[in-house]
């Protein structure tokens, strides 16, 4: 049986990762740095002692979703309704090409964020996706979904999965 996905926001969550990623560069990708470019008023944050981080993370992003709240909302409702529009498809389009398809359980949600960090987590099966992303949420959601298939189900078949 497919997932239902969820689309939400979490402000306190987006703070967490925001927290992880500031000072974060890997695979030639600098994290903190895009950061940045969309929050300039972070720019030295990763510089800063762990409790400042977390201080100023938390005001900036309090201030932030609360001048913003009804973007959020209408971005959040806006990927809700373009996601509903081709879940099914999505469903049996994977059934077509990957045959009888048992889903990981769980509850499967994909949060906006207002940094673009787009991270995955296979173990509860939630992702952030940037609430300004060009491509909107259709496309990463399929990928993260697939992500989820193929790590969570078929790991022990594929190892170069992990």
């Not at 060009?134 to 969570?152: D, M």
């Amino acid at each position: 049986m497919a997932p239902k996905l969820k689309i939400g926001t979490n402000k306190d969550f987006d703070k967490t990762i925001c927290l992880k990623f500031i000072s974060r560069k890997k695979a030639e990708i600098d994290f903190g740095a895009g950061i940045v470019k969309v929050h300039p008023e972070l720019e030295d944050v990763g510089e800063r002692s762990l409790d400042d981080q977390k201080s100023l993370i938390s005001g900036y992003f309090d201030k932030f979703y609360e001048k913003h709240a009804e973007e959020i909302e209408n971005t959040r409702d806006k990927f809700t309704k373009d996601w509903n529009g081709i879940q099914a498809k999505f469903f049996e389009t994977c059934s077509k090409y990957f045959g009888d398809i048992t889903w990981p359980q769980g509850r499967y949600v994909g949060f906006l964020s207002i940094i673009s960090c787009n991270p995955r987590f296979l173990e509860d099966k939630t992702f952030q996706v940037y609430w300004k992303n060009k491509k909107g949420f259709v496309p990463v959601a399929a990928h993260e979904l697939l992500h989820f298939l193929f790590t969570i189900q078929y790991r022990p078949t594929f190892p170069w999965l992990t």
